[in-house]
C-alpha cells in the first residue's frame, strides 16, 4: 500500500516562512515526479509546484520566487515557502506520480492534505 504522507503545515504571520514535506512509503517501482497542489473551500484544487525525477522543477506563477520545491531524499519532497501571504492560505496537498511494477501503467497518489495558515 503506497501512501504520501504530509506534514509542517501551521500558522504564520504573513512575510513568514513554512516547510512542508511529504514521505511516499510502501512498495513502489519508480517515482515519475513529485508535486505539491493547493485547495480553499469553494474552489478548484491548484498547482503549486513539481520536481520531476530528473529534478525537473516547475512552479506557478503565484509563488514562483517565494517557494522552493526540493528533494530530501529519495522518497521525500519538501517545499520552502517564503513571503507567505495571507492568500496563500489553503490546504496543501502531496502528490506523486510512479509506477507500481516495471510494466505498470502510471498511478497517481494523493496525502491527506495539510493546513497551512497565514494571518495579515
Known amino acids: 500500500q503506497v501512501q504520501l504522507v504530509e506534514s509542517g503545515g501551521g500558522l504564520v504571520q504573513a512575510g513568514g516562512s513554512l516547510r512542508l514535506s511529504c514521505t511516499l512509503s510502501?512498495?513502489?517501482?519508480?517515482?515519475?515526479?513529485m508535486a505539491w497542489y493547493r485547495q480553499t473551500p469553494g474552489k478548484e484544487r491548484e498547482f503549486v509546484a513539481l520536481?520531476?525525477?530528473?529534478?525537473?522543477t516547475t512552479y506557478a506563477d503565484s509563488v514562483k520566487g517565494r517557494f522552493t520545491i526540493s528533494r530530501h531524499n529519495a522518497n521525500t519532497v519538501r517545499l520552502q515557502m517564503n513571503s507567505l501571504q495571507p492568500e496563500d492560505t489553503s490546504v496543501y496537498y502531496c502528490?506523486?506520480?510512479?509506477?507500481?511494477?516495471?510494466?505498470?501503467?502510471?498511478?497517481?497518489?494523493w496525502g491527506q492534505g495539510t493546513q497551512v495558515t497565514i494571518s495579515s
Open positions: 510502501g512498495s513502489f517501482f519508480s517515482i515519475n515526479k
Open positions: 502528490n506523486a506520480n510512479l509506477k507500481l511494477r516495471y510494466s505498470g501503467p502510471n498511478v497517481e497518489r
Open positions: 520536481m520531476s525525477s530528473g529534478g525537473t
